[in-house]
């Protein structure tokens, strides 16, 4: 055998010489060795491009078809034989030989670009078969990727305005989750945003991993932050075969042998993370990278869409609310100036009083303006409240922890709980609170209650909710938050795990007690 057939031997599954009535007039060994049915769908894909160069002689000389066969998917890459300007010479049918005319096939294959004058007749084609089952398979989960990425973002933004953002997250994050096992065949994984202002990690939808214990934190960082911490600091994918050889690896799945990372990117800003574990050895490749790294772009753009929701209906909510009180600062002093002048000019004692209630009106609507304007410091009708001095004795002797940096809010609600007859210790940030709760526990003794803001420094509402729980499970949560903002998903993750119920800022003072006392009054006194 000539070096010339030796190579047509090695040509995909097989070469093949084909007429334009579908006679296969020449193979070599690797095509004759195929089943009938390959064999009848490669002929007619063949003559579907013999008849393409007919019907356009300007049509490109070399045209590609793809066929499905005994379960495998076909590609067949073709070029028109020309004739010889002293007439047209067909080769003979060889099966099982490759010697003849192969130096001739082998020049006709190797100038797929050779040119024909549009009067010349194609009546026959060279043809390569190959195997692409691999490719197309690719191709297939790469359009399944996209199609449930296009999915994740078919958001009805009207619909979204007029949804609590918990079930705005919890929606997103069933169909992520969702396609994440379904579509890419992952079971272990999590996502994780990174806090910008921090370079936190900040987990937001998980899988399968056991979570970072309280206090624990991993951040967008090359040294001492896992794997994770380097994609989202470097941007580039990692996937690695074999744990055990990785000192940089942090484990997150018991028993995990092999583990994927890669970006979540926003265009070309890296945003989180997308984190993969496996307790089979080598479990994932290239292929299991780039679906995943198409994916991850999809839900970085949900997340960002849901995010910048948020951030707008605070920001509008805000403007609105310090428009409002602006707007009303100069009707309510006029208002308060003439019951003044009123009070002042009657002679009739109820007529006086009458006044006086109307000026302590005027005031209480001009603070409940301005609080509505700082959400922040949204607990609404303390004040009030207080002066009516109701106490109700399921609040008598009951311990309370608060936890917020805003000392306004944090003094208030200690004040109001107080006057209830209830033990309040106060916190100004997740770290202490989670302090506390653990040596409380230590000492045997536990919260009946636990009013959290979601949003503080050191830890998050998410983290004192969960210390909250392994110091004393039976203890109930409210979670606290500016108009629903919820930077660390932490309503979320803690509505999966037993949180009582979570209140958006601004707070009427009767809101809070009215949960609190639903959240007691399932809850014997302690001894």
């Known amino acids: 055998m000539n070096p010339a057939s030796r190579t047509l031997e090695l040509l995909g599954q097989g070469v093949g010489i084909v007429e334009a009535t579908g006679e296969v007039v020449w193979m070599n060994h690797g095509l004759a060795q195929q089943s009938p049915e390959t064999m009848r769908r490669f002929a007619d894909t063949c003559t579907e491009a013999i008849r393409a160069w007919q019907r356009l002689p300007n049509a490109a000389r070399t045209l590609r078809g793809a066929f499905r066969s005994d379960g495998s998917w076909y590609e067949v890459i073709m070029t028109p034989m020309v004739p010889e300007a002293s007439g047209a010479q067909t080769a003979?049918?060889?099966?099982?030989?490759?010697?003849?005319?192969?130096?001739?096939?082998?020049?006709?294959?190797?100038?797929?670009?050779?040119?024909?004058?549009?009067?010349?007749?194609?009546?026959?084609?060279?043809?390569?078969?190959?195997?692409?089952?691999?490719?197309?398979?690719?191709?297939?989960?790469?359009?399944?990727?996209?199609?449930?990425?296009?999915?994740?973002?078919?958001?009805?933004?009207?619909?979204?305005?007029?949804?609590p953002a918990p079930e705005r997250l919890r929606a997103l994050e069933s169909r992520v989750v969702g396609a994440t096992r379904s579509v890419l065949g992952f079971d272990h994984f999590e996502y994780r945003l990174t806090e910008r202002r921090t370079g936190q990690l900040e987990l937001v939808f998980c899988s399968g991993l056991v979570p970072l214990g309280i206090g624990e934190r991993i951040f967008a960082r090359t040294e001492a932050n896992g794997l994770s911490g380097i994609v989202a600091s470097t941007g580039e994918s990692i996937v690695c075969t074999d744990v055990s050889k990785e000192p940089r690896y942090i484990r997150g799945l018991p028993g995990a042998q092999s583990t994927l990372t890669v970006p979540l990117r926003m265009h070309e800003r890296v945003i989180g993370v997308l984190n993969v574990e496996s307790k089979e050895?080598?479990?994932?490749?290239?292929?299991?990278?780039?679906?995943?790294?198409?994916?991850?772009?999809?839900?970085?753009?949900?997340?960002?869409?849901?995010?910048?929701?948020?951030?707008?209906?605070?920001?509008?909510?805000?403007?609105m609310s310090a428009t409002l009180a602006r707007e009303a600062a100069g009707p309510l002093a006029e208002l308060a100036n003439d019951a003044r002048a009123f009070h002042t000019s009657a002679i009739d004692e109820t007529a006086r009083e009458r006044a006086l209630r109307m000026v302590e009106h005027v005031a209480r609507l001009d603070e409940l303006l301005r609080n509505v304007g700082i959400a922040q410091r949204g607990i609404l009708g303390a004040e009030e409240f207080m002066r009516e001095g109701k106490v109700d004795p399921v609040f008598a002797g009951r311990t309370v922890l608060v936890a917020d940096d805003d000392e306004t809010t944090r003094t208030t609600v200690r004040e109001v709980f107080e006057q209830q007859g209830a033990i309040v210790s106060e916190c100004p940030d997740g770290l202490k609170a989670i302090t506390l709760l653990r040596a409380r526990a230590n000492s045997g003794q536990h919260f009946d209650l636990v009013i959290s803001d979601i949003r503080m420094p050191d830890a998050n509402g998410y983290e004192v909710f969960r210390a909250t729980k392994d110091a004393s499970p039976e203890t109930p949560v409210i979670l606290m938050t500016a108009f629903g903002y919820d930077p660390n998903h932490s309503i979320v993750r803690s509505s999966q795990e037993g949180l009582h119920c979570f209140l958006f800022k601004p707070i009427e003072i009767a809101q809070l007690l009215d949960e609190a006392r639903k959240a007691l009054a399932a809850r014997p006194m302690r001894a």
Request: charged share 25%.
């Open 92 to 163: 003979s049918p060889t099966f099982g030989n490759t010697t003849g005319n192969t130096a001739g096939i082998m020049s006709t294959v190797a100038d797929g670009a050779t040119q024909s004058s549009p009067s010349t007749a194609i009546h026959t084609a060279v043809a390569l078969l190959v195997d692409a089952t691999a490719t197309r398979k690719v191709q297939d989960r790469l359009d399944a990727v996209d199609h449930a990425g296009s999915e994740l973002l078919r958001i009805d933004v009207e619909e979204l305005r007029s949804q």
């Open 281 to 319: 050895l080598a479990r994932f490749d290239d292929e299991d990278r780039i679906g995943a790294e198409l994916l991850g772009r999809y839900v970085a753009l949900a997340l960002q869409t849901l995010d910048l929701l948020v951030a707008e209906r605070c920001d509008t909510l805000r403007a």
